[in-house]
């Protein structure tokens, strides 16, 4: 008898919303033309990455990963559909790339990294894309 792994809801991150705000206000240290319209628009960005990291939750499920925004299902991504993952500068944390048999997707990422890629490994496996060889 299998045992299938159980639903796992990642924690929220703010660290990209919050260096994306604080690059923001950096810009009003230069002396950009247009002064201050480049700092407003990107630290409006990094507050609607704020807002959507206080709203968004990624649930790892038996057979899909599902986006929720405010208790609400919005999206469900069955795992037999999954062609390949990549996770892009997780550090910071970065980009998360996925795609499907009929779409491809770029996500911000709002969660844990090292969870993200503890749940992509142990549902999916390796489906993450290896960095392309530079040698012809």
Do not use: C
């Amino acid at each position: 008898m299998s045992s299938s792994p159980a639903n796992v809801t990642l924690a929220p991150d703010p660290r990209l919303p919050l260096l994306v705000v604080g690059l923001g206000a950096a810009l009003l240290l230069l002396p950009l033309p247009w002064n201050p319209w480049p700092t407003l628009v990107v630290v409006l960005f990094g507050l609607f990455l704020l807002i959507q990291t206080a709203s968004l939750r990624l649930e790892f499920e038996e057979r899909a990963l599902i986006v929720w925004q405010n208790g609400r299902e919005l999206r469900r991504f069955p795992y037999d559909q999954w062609l390949a993952w990549r996770l892009f500068a997780p550090w910071l944390p970065g980009l998360f790339y996925f795609r499907e048999t009929k779409s491809i997707h770029f996500l911000p990422i709002l969660f844990s990294p090292g969870e993200l890629r503890e749940q992509l490994e142990s549902r999916l496996g390796t489906l993450e894309q290896p960095e392309k060889d530079s040698k012809p």
